[in-house]
């Protein structure tokens, strides 16, 4: 099963840093962290929590005309890394189909060699981010009566 | 009523005075590595708990001779005045600071109020990352007075002597492996230790601007706990990050003797074979 073309794109790369490179990249997704949209500031109750993660996260996923999810994100500036990990699955799977998204296995950053630079329960919170992700995608495709 | 050490913290204003200070070293160690990255205090170095400091095939802290190199390498003297601080009220301050004694670096403080306080008060922040002339550290070989390994920890325990579980009132009761979609944290068994008493972390701090507590309120919260100075404390958590702060606090601002922190912590006692579990 493949991943989605641009986070495929995104695995690969990782799989060739070195641990420094891996960490200046991750700085660099953090950086570009999207601003939420003004409808979804203070609306973290109509968002999906990731518990998961020892920041509070927040993710929504909105579905546009051709069936993709774009995905907005509330995640505090005082966590770069969960920042930077919750941008690089956005990049990834934005304006996929739910059904794509659904089928990104678990364990698709295992390649990403990313315990070299990141602690475990952070790994566990990037894992949970796309379980989130999941969830949201699960309920968009889900037949509205 | 003051505290006890009060020359092992800081203010912020102090650090301010003495960002060019050559004697002094201000370090940021934070639960986030990559926030050194987006700003941190003009001339501080990082030292980041996971990638500098841990052993990378055992777990374990780097060796005497690592550590030797990593201090060399960010200009550390022997006599040099460290100042930690760093986000999450200074847990992961106060974890380097607890390893720098370990390897014989007595000279270090606590800023008091960390990342957070630092930002209030809109001070400068930079992202440009410093170098120092390298220096010759030379280590002390481990202080184990200052580190509980697990068999202390048991004979604490059967001698129901005193143990304080720093982690939150779910984690100590076990609740929280339990919790339905919640990530494998690294440990098979839930509880605590048996006799351990739980005094959250966060209780020694104020919530507001991640400063200590004063020293009276400090010292009501442990005492009314049954965690007094004439006895041996050991504190634990998940991995010792958190107990290294109530470590700090017992040690420095209330002046406990023989405080120990057990960096096995849960992830360790809630998988080893055999060892007593409460809930």
Known sequence: MNLPPKLQEIVDDFAAMSREEKLETLIAYAETFPPLPEHLKNARSQMEPVPECMTPVFLFGEQQADGGIIFHMDIPPQSPTVRGLATILANGLNGCQPDEILSVPADFFLPMNLQEAISQQRLNGFAGILAHMKNIARTIRAPKF | ?279
């Not at chain 2, 102090?14 to 700003?39: F, K, T």
């Not at chain 2, 200009?75 to 607890?98: E, P, Q, R």
């Not at chain 2, 030379?138 to 007075?145: L, N």
Request: aromatic content about 12%; glycine content about 6%; some cysteine.
């Open chain 2, 1 to 279: 009523m003051s505290y006890a050490h009060p020359e092992s913290i800081v203010e912020t204003e102090w650090v301010a005075q003495h960002l060019n200070d050559p004697g002094v070293r201000i370090i940021e160690s934070d639960e986030d590595p990559l926030l050194y990255a987006m700003g941190h205090i003009p001339g501080a170095v990082q030292v980041d708990w996971f990638t500098t400091l841990q052993h990378p095939l055992r777990r374990d802290f780097i060796t005497k001779e690592q550590f030797e190199e990593v201090c060399s390498s960010l200009g550390i003297a022997n006599d040099t005045t460290l100042v930690f601080y760093g986000d999450k009220s200074n847990w992961f301050a106060c974890y380097a600071l607890w390893l720098f004694q370990y390897y014989g670096h007595q000279n270090a403080k606590i800023m008091n109020g960390g990342r957070l306080k630092w930002e209030q008060e809109k001070r400068p922040l930079t992202k440009d990352v410093p170098s120092y002339p390298r220096t010759t550290y030379k280590a002390k070989e481990p202080d184990k007075s200052i580190r509980a390994f697990r068999d202390e920890v048991l004979t604490q325990s059967n001698e129901r002597k005193p143990l304080v579980d720093v982690r939150s009132p779910k984690e100590y009761t076990g609740e929280l492996l339990h919790m339905p979609n919640y990530p494998q944290e690294g440990a098979t068994r839930g509880g605590h230790i048996p006799g351990a008493v739980n005094i959250p972390w966060a209780m020694a701090v104020n919530e507001t601007d991640s400063t200590f507590k004063p020293a009276e309120e400090l010292r009501a919260l442990y005492e009314g706990q049954g965690i007094k100075p004439d006895e041996k404390v050991i504190a634990y958590c998940r991995i010792g990050e958190r107990s290294s702060l109530t470590w700090f606090v017992l040690k420095y601002l209330l002046g406990y003797p023989n405080v120990k922190n057990y960096d096995g912590s849960w992830t360790e006692w809630g998988n080893l074979v055999d060892a007593p579990i409460e809930k």
